[in-house]
């Protein structure tokens, strides 16, 4: 089961969780380029083994709203938008099974924000880390960019979700989460569970040129990150032209051979076997070597995927219903949880 019901690290979450039929688990993914490995494996293979299990409800909203907390082009999000639909179905998301749909098209995500705006502190939100990060790269910064993590309260609360994959780096937002709706709880009356995080097994992927920052979507060095739609040519130069250290045999050290390290994960995600058995296999050879076996294993994993993807462009039909489908599904939940917000919050009659 994708919740890994035996595993100490989600055992807490899973118990508290034990009691309901359904576990919600709600995930995000910014329309800001093309999906790269870091998402591939830290997020939609760990999204496709919670689809599997009937026990879990997975709602995934591709986070359009977010992606416009810093400088962003019209065109580009329109096509962005699409794109993002396509790899993930691409990838084997399963629109039957999870709720897929577009953040912009719930109205009520932004609508429960400004309720959760008006019940945080502008302390508390200044405190989160990830804003004094992004803020400090920008020209001018948004408020947009500041009251995010608020937004992202929204997003997991409006579906009451139990559970949300996230990373090391969105630990503090997820606190925030936690805490908006204990605000809300006491204040307006008991509507929120208490989101838990759910981990994953996977570190995080880190970038092809500078091993000390993940891979990331929004990098504007392309070389620094493999995307799904890289072709075998890109692919291979890519890997060959990573940057790694003086020594040309192979060992991991993740603190002294960061690069090698990366690498050795991403082929160990890629494989699918232990870092052991990884180690086992690239003991004989050298980095050019490693570089070359990675990159066919990258490209043959691919190769599906690649397929599919271009299956989708010719069937836009398809995708416009899958879209439909996912708003009308999530407008559904959506519009419950804000029915009860507002007349706990006492816009309307109680
Ligand atoms: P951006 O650069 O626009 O912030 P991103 O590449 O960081 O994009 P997100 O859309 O913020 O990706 O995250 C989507 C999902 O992918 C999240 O669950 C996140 O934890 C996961 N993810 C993102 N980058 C990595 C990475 N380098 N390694 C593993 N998982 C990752």
Known sequence: SGLCKGCGRHREAYNRTQSRTLTTVFSGIQPTGSLHLGNYFGAVNLWKSLQNDPANHLIISVVDMHAITVPWKPEQLRQNIVQSFIELLACGIDPAKVVLFQQSSVPEHGKLQWIFSCLSSMARVDNL??????????????????????????????YKAHLVPVGEDQVQHLQLAQDIARIFNSKCGKLFPTPHRLHSDLPRLKSLRDPTKKMSKSDTDSRSLIQLTDSPGQIREKLKKSVTDFKSEITYDLAERPAIANLLMLYRAVLDVSLEKVLEETSKINKVELKARLAEAVIELLRPVHGKMKELRNDMGYLEQVMAQGTDRARTLASQTMDEVESLAGFRPA
Do not use: H, M, N, R
Not at 132 to 158: H, M, N, R, W
């Open 129 to 158: 880390p990830q804003f004094k990060e992004k803020s400090a790269v920008q020209k001018e910064v948004s408020c947009g960019l500041f009251t995010y993590p608020v937004l992202q309260a929204a997003d997991i609360l409006l």
